[in-house]
């Protein structure tokens, strides 16, 4: 059984001023560092808090790529909650879960030609290899079961319900488009993600 094992306050966004908790755990399934950011005590004070499950992604969310928009949604994600409350589970899972190196890999063949999933397909990886477990365990472990979630992607709304989180409602994220990321939005739309260009 997850249980938290540290909590501290943070200030966190682009300019480092959104307070925020961050929480480690222990007893996960994996060994993976797994951690929670906790807006507004959301974990304490609501019912069915605003959820984000987000994988780890270097080159969006540290180093602001063209190639994707994980940082932009991260981004977006963190702003909202700063006013509305919530939490961010952000899980090492990079790659859609192929790892850092096999991702640079797949970027060289997207820049042959390929789109996101045939790269991962080419490279003997299916289209999506993450595993949302051990989120359904962190929420858990802040006795939380029904959440809003924050999700353009079916596949996370199908795995975290088979785990056991009710969902009370599906939030999407805005389509972030910029240059050099089109192919990679429209490749996700065509394999189910929700994703309004018009906005």
């Known amino acids: 059984m997850a249980n938290v094992r ?12 959104i307070p925020a908790e961050m929480l480690s755990f222990e007893g996960l399934e994996t060994e993976k560092e797994h951690v ?30 063209s190639r994707c928009d994980c940082g932009e949604q991260l981004e977006e994600t963190i702003n909202r909650m700063s006013e509305s409350g919530g939490i961010i589970l952000y899980l090492r899972q990079e790659g859609r879960g192929i790892g850092l190196y096999n ?8 820049s042959q030609g390929m789109n996101t999933y045939e790269a991962n397909n080419h490279l003997g990886f299916g289209d999506d290899l993450r595993d949302f ?3 359904a365990q962190m929420l858990e472990a802040l006795n939380i079961s029904k959440i809003k979630l924050v999700t353009n992607n ?15 409602e599906v939030v999407n994220t805005l389509a972030h488009v910029k240059q050099g990321n089109e192919h990679y939005l429209h ?13």
């Open 6 to 17: 540290a909590r501290i306050e943070l200030m966190v966004g682009q300019k480092s001023n």
């Open 36 to 65: 929670a950011v906790v807006f507004n005590q959301a974990d304490k004070h609501q019912s069915t808090p605003l959820v984000r499950m987000h994988s780890e992604c270097l080159t969006g969310d540290v180093f602001h790529s």
């Open 103 to 110: 991702k640079l890999d797949a970027y060289e063949l997207q």
């Open 133 to 135: 477990k051990e989120a």
């Open 154 to 168: 079916p596949k996370k709304i199908e795995d975290i319900k088979n785990y056991g989180i009710e969902i009370d």
């Open 187 to 199: 490749s996700k739309a065509a394999h189910g993600h929700k994703l309004n260009f018009d906005k």
